[in-house]
């Protein structure tokens, strides 16, 4: 989940006017009721509390298992998607803090700043939902002690209150990837109680047999 802060100002400009695609097409303008109809509609599904079970790479290449919990919030009157995440790395709290929008380029509306606690700094990445509707992908791109690094963050779409999402660098301009985050989320229920669909779920696992709605982490 570690973004790092992109160069590319196209990213930037969107924010503040009506943005273009790559094709050079403009984007209707957009107002505060487009505004919330879009971030409903692409990132409604993600609202509420979860329970996070991740994985992430450190510096030394060893990986650190976590539980953690995350928050998605309507923001601004519901123009804007808060996430919050809140668990540990390395030892250490570690806690991000996102912005979600959706009035980006026509081709890549959906737009995520992000930060967390153990350095502070900010990045902006951009992507949409695959055809399907069913996948989520952000990229960015950042000039980093001399070597170009590319992110992609991919999401699934909630499905009975689950959903993964897997993070991923290159430093090879896209050639080779290395995953450096998988989590799974398990939407609660009021007063921190997993969904029934969730311990459903569980127990077919555990039972080794399919689940209608079990998303793998990919590779």
């Known amino acids: 989940m570690r973004l790092l802060l992109p160069v590319a100002a196209a990213f930037l400009w969107p924010v503040c006017g009506a943005a273009q695609g790559r094709s050079g097409t403009p984007a209707p303008p957009v107002t505060h009721a487009s505004c919330v109809e879009n971030t409903h509609r692409l990132l409604g599904a993600f609202t509420g509390d979860y329970r996070v079970e991740a994985a992430m790479r450190l510096g030394t290449g060893a990986w650190d ?5 995350a928050h998605f919030r309507q923001e601004l009157d519901g123009c804007l998607m808060e996430e919050r995440f809140e668990g540990t790395r390395d030892g250490e709290p570690y806690i991000t803090l996102s912005l979600w929008g959706t009035s980006g380029a026509p081709d890549h509306p959906i737009q995520r700043t992000m930060a967390h ?29 001399g070597t170009w690094i590319q992110q992609r963050y991919v999401l699934t779409r909630p499905r009975n209150g689950t959903f993964t999402a897997v993070a991923r660098r290159s430093e090879d301009h896209g050639k080779t990837w290395t995953v450096t985050l998988r989590s799974r989320y398990e939407r609660a229920q009021a007063g921190g109680v997993p969904d029934p669909a969730i311990e459903h779920e569980t127990e077919c696992h555990a039972a080794g047999t399919p689940c209608s709605n079990r998303y793998a982490v990919p590779d």
């Open 117 to 145: 606690s153990q350095h502070g700094l900010l990045g902006l990445s951009e992507g949409s939902w695959n055809a399907a509707g069913d996948t989520l992908t952000l990229g960015d791109s950042a000039l980093v002690r």
């Open 65 to 69: 298992s976590i539980v953690a919990v």
